[in-house]
């Protein structure tokens, strides 16, 4: 398997643009996480899905923030309008089984600039 | 607010020497814990766990060290090698309540010296 894999790599945009992130977890894995993170708070957890479900979208900062997963092997991360404050690597996660053994496997993440 | 804390932004060793990262944790639901490394330009990935009924897991040059009392745990790395220079993160999670989330801390990122 190729992993969770995240595009784009990076992404910079103007602020008031729309943005869209992009996951492809590990097949078979029914946990998908989105992680945000900052130099001030680490890895925050924005959002997870089971079996394509959210189940805890306490951490998404405000209503500009918006995921989805249509299905099990694709999810998004919206944000609409971005701001400057929004820039930060957001990192897609998969698991089996989220808090134990291995947790989760990591894409390598998004780097977003809004200017 | 922060759950769980990693008060040391930075560490550095010598090669060879011993390196030990810290980790307190506030919430006492939390009973699964987990380090994972993250390199540059990459996600974090999984270095090792401990269960809360335990107080000690090895792993070959990694051992973590749970102190429930304390709501402590440290990563201890023997010998450092300069491979190992990454962030570390650590993470927690409160099983027994049914909840499939980690919560991380800021990281710690470990320059071992050669």
Same mark, same amino acid.
């Given at each position: 398997?190729?992993?969770?894999?995240?595009?784009?790599?990076?992404?910079?945009? +103007?602020?008031?643009?729309?943005?869209?992130?992009?996951?492809?977890?590990?097949?078979?894995?029914?946990?998908?996480?989105?992680?945000?993170?900052?130099?001030?708070?680490?890895?925050?957890?924005?959002?997870?899905?089971?079996?394509?479900?959210?189940?805890?979208?306490?951490?998404?900062?405000?209503?500009?923030?918006?995921?989805?997963?249509?299905?099990?092997?694709?999810?998004?991360?919206?944000?609409?309008?971005? +701001?400057?404050?929004?820039?930060?690597?957001?990192?897609?996660?998969?698991?089996? +089984?989220?808090?134990?053994?291995?947790?989760?496997?990591?894409?390598?993440?998004?780097?977003?600039?809004?200017? | 607010?922060?759950?769980?804390?990693?008060?040391?932004?930075?560490? !550095?060793?010598?090669?060879?020497?011993?390196?030990?990262?810290?980790?307190?944790?506030?919430?006492?639901?939390?009973?699964?814990?987990?380090?994972?490394?993250?390199?540059?330009?990459?996600?974090?990935?999984?270095?090792?766990?401990?269960?809360?009924?335990?107080?000690?897991?090895?792993?070959?040059?990694?051992?973590?060290?749970?102190?429930?009392?304390?709501?402590?745990? !440290?990563?201890?790395?023997?010998?450092?090698?300069?491979?190992? !220079?990454?962030?570390?993160?650590?993470?927690?999670?409160?099983?027994?309540?049914?909840?499939?989330?980690?919560?991380?801390?800021?990281?710690?990122?470990?320059?071992?010296?050669?």
């Amino acid at each position: 398997d190729a992993g969770v894999i995240q595009s784009p790599r990076h992404e910079v945009t +103007e602020m008031g643009q729309e943005v869209t992130l992009r996951c492809k977890p590990i097949s078979g894995h029914d946990y998908l996480f989105w992680y945000r993170q900052t130099m001030m708070r680490g890895l925050e957890l924005l959002i997870y899905f089971n079996n394509n479900v959210p189940i805890d979208d306490s951490g998404m900062p405000e209503d500009r923030f918006s995921a989805k997963m249509p299905n099990a092997s694709f999810s998004t991360l919206k944000i609409q309008p971005s +701001e400057p404050r929004d820039s930060a690597v957001y990192f897609c996660a998969s698991s089996l +089984e989220p808090g134990r053994n291995y947790g989760y496997t990591f894409g390598s993440g998004t780097r977003l600039t809004v200017v | 607010d922060q759950q769980v804390k990693q008060n040391s932004p930075s560490l !550095s060793v010598q090669e060879g020497r011993i390196s030990i990262l810290n980790c307190d944790y506030t919430n006492s639901m939390f009973d699964y814990f987990l380090w994972y490394k993250k390199y540059p330009a990459e996600g974090p990935t999984f270095l090792i766990s401990i269960s809360s009924i335990k107080d000690k897991n090895e792993d070959g040059r990694f051992t973590v060290f749970l102190n429930k009392s304390a709501k402590h745990l !440290s990563l201890h790395i023997v010998p450092s090698q300069p491979g190992d !220079s990454a962030v570390y993160f650590c993470a927690a999670s409160a099983l027994q309540t049914g909840a499939n989330n980690l919560f991380f801390g800021t990281g710690t990122r470990l320059t071992v010296i050669p």
